[in-house]
Every structure is written in C-alpha cells, then in structure tokens.
C-alpha cells in the first residue's frame, strides 16, 4: 500500500484557526523539511510557555518564533502528534515567503554597519577633541 499524501492547506484555510477552540500553526522551513502546518488545539492547556504563547501565532506561520525559543527535542517531538498536513506552496506563497526571508537576512546585517557608524564619529570626535588640544598647547 502506497503512503497516504500529505493534506496540503494554503495560508488562507490555515488563517481561519487562530483561537482557543481552533488553533494551528505553520511551523518549518527548507532547512527543516518545509513548512507545516500543525493543529495545537488540545496542546494549548499543557503547553509549558501557556496557551497565550500559541494563540498569539495562532493561524500564521509561527516558525520563526518556535525556532527563536530554542525547543527541545521532546517538544518536537510533541510537535509531531499535531501534524495534520503541509503548507500549499504555490507561487504567490513561495514570493511571499522569498520576500520575507530576504527582508530577515538585510535587517539582521545593518547591526554591524551601526557599530562602524559609530565609531567612526566617536573617532572623528575624539581627533577633533585632540587637534584643538595641538592648537591650544602651541599657543
């Protein structure tokens, strides 16, 4: 007997369950196999951050938050009991998803241009502070 397809579910059906009587989650990405979608409803009550958590990212891709909490493998594993299928990937998803991984990757790069601003003015402050000390000892 072949395995059974994953149900695939688009970002619009998934929207839908975003609260305490209907909860799911998109969570994964290329790296972890893809994104999928996940129904948290009966998990809320034992989730150990509490339901709150959940529901905030209830209805919406919540991979980015899971992977930034750093889970355990016991909770992955718990993860895996709520699988009920895949994200849709059709074009429009794939740009959305493009587009937001870019704007991830050109946020998190300006912290060191920051950095080099600012010690390039303290630098500037700082020869400016000694030059008038120069001008001011020669007088």
């Not at 007997?1 to 149900?7: D, F, L, R, V």
């Not at 619009?12 to 996940?38: A, M, R």
Request: with cysteine; glycine share 12%; net charge negative.
């Amino acid at each position: 007997m072949a395995p059974q397809a994953e149900k695939e579910y688009t970002m619009e059906e998934i929207s839908k369950h975003n609260t305490q009587d209907d909860c799911w989650l998109v969570i994964g990405n290329d790296s972890t196999g893809g994104p999928k979608v996940y129904d948290v409803t009966s998990y809320l009550d034992d989730h150990p951050g509490g339901a709150e958590v959940m529901l905030d990212v209830g209805g919406q891709d919540a991979d980015e938050f899971f992977e930034d909490i750093g889970h355990s493998n016991d909770a992955r594993e718990e993860l895996e009991k709520h699988l009920v299928g895949v994200l849709k990937m059709d074009e429009e998803e794939k740009k959305r998803r493009a587009a937001a991984a870019a704007q991830a990757a050109a946020g998190g790069g300006g912290g060191g241009a920051n950095v080099l601003l600012i010690a390039a003015v303290l630098l500037a402050v700082g020869f400016g502070y000694y030059k008038t000390q120069m001008a001011s000892d020669a007088e």
